[in-house]
């Protein structure tokens, strides 16, 4: 189980668990921080928000995205990456 998403690792926030797949930003007011932390924690913001940013895109251009699909969870990434490509024509 520890080696489900290697090498691949997720992006989370303060909500997800601490998991070996997950980078979570540092805990505590980034004043409080060190220099190298609270640089991280900009980084990670910055990422997360630019992900969520993508995916409202998405979900705004493919209504398919916004309700529940009649398809297995497992066909749910091709789904994803279906609607990525035609995006990008």
Known sequence: MKDKF???KLIGDAT???CPWFYLDFKGENFGLSKH???WNFIQFSTRMLVERVFGMLKNRFKI???IVDIPLQHMPHLVIACICLHNM
Do not use: S
């Open 6 to 8: 290697l090498p691949y």
């Open 16 to 18: 997800c668990p601490m």
């Open 37 to 39: 932390k609270a640089h």
């Open 65 to 67: 995205i916004l309700k």
